[in-house]
């Protein structure tokens, strides 16, 4: 994986605008005669000098530490050279035109990471782990990231490959020796180890789901019929007036989405139109929209009148909603029917159930809690790794090839056994990088922030 780039790059590496320190990336084989130019010496490594930055004329620019990485042993795998000097943009902006004239590029986005990649000292998933730290919006989300730029996700990921390699060691043998083809393939041994890893990847996939949210979010869509408080769910959850509440029935027609955060969770509510058959054109549209949204989402929050719905009806609704969508039952109005705020144990419906006031916010708690947990919210200390849905779209595609060996080892089909296994492995290998194209690498590091 690892290449020779003739390039030497630079960027700024702390975000625009005024700080007190800012700091100046370099990475490439020139770092060591750029220093001699910029610093007049190479500083010793790891080890921050205090030193003056000049220009080719020997004027000082600027004045601060010098932290030089020869390689192998940087961030990249190449020499790196940082540059902490004060955080003015103007200042920032003269010394990276200085490490330009001296003989550097300016880095693309990303190309620090990708660099790290290519030369082996990160797989892609540590790699993506480098982005989601630094774009973490919560503390769970920052430590997810973490647990995946230690390397726990790429283990799970190399174990998995290992039982796939074992198993096509296995196949491929009988293959080699035809004589013995069909008593080997006959082996239910064979078949089982196939759902054993099946069963691997599964359980992997849905820590991945729970990775995936907590880096992107959750979608929820606030669903129900007319007046039944969707609205007013939304002001509690958001804790300002985002919808217009009003006592006609129809009053919100289209989807409105408000980004939120519970406990630095990132959640995305959207709020929709009442379900309910009308003629009226606009509020039709809104219905559809609503439909839509709720066959988007990661979980839809059915909203009703606890003091008017019926068993019957509440049964009408939930056979509304989309099959494949977890649901919510969420019993508003309790300042009216009087039932206890919380969670609903030995519940009426297949359904998780919470009884609430929108009014006077009796039940948010337990309302947060629950989406919490649907989103994977674990104490300090244990934990998810963080995700992407890459990385589940390439799961799915080993758990579908993975699943095909087993029928194809009973008919004694063994090459095609063998091909499933293939391209479940180089599915797997996607996630590290193993077997990565170059238009998904330029994707993946393209979304990097420049000088990272």
Known sequence: MSRNDPDTIAAIATPAGIGGVGIVRLSGPRVPDIARALLGSIPPPRRARFTSFRNAAGRIVDQGLALYFPQPHSFTGEHVLELHGHGGPVVLDMLIQETLAAGARLARPGEFSERAFLNGKLDLTQAEAVADLIESASTEAARAALRSLQGVFSARVRAIGEMLTGLRVQIEAALDFPEEELDLLADQSLAAHAHTILDEVNALAAECRQGQLLRDGMTIALSGRPNAGKSSLLNLLARRDAAIVSASPGTTRDVLREPIQIDGLPLHVLDTAGLRETTDEVETEGVRRAREAMQSADRVLLVIDDSRENEGSIRTLLAELPDNVPVTLIRNKIDISGRAAGGIENAGFAVAEIALSALN??????????????????????????????????????????????????????????????????????ITGEFTSDELLGRIFASFCIGK
């Open 361 to 430: 916010g009796n039940g948010l708690n337990a309302l947060h809690e629950h989406l919490k947990a649907c989103m994977g919210y674990r104490p300090a200390g244990e934990g998810a790794f963080s995700a992407r849905r890459r990385h589940l779209e390439s799961l799915r595609r080993c758990a579908e090839q993975l699943a095909v060996v087993p029928p194809e080892l009973a008919a004694r089909r063994g090459e095609l056994a063998a091909d499933a296994l293939r391209q479940a492995q180089q599915a797997l290998g996607e």
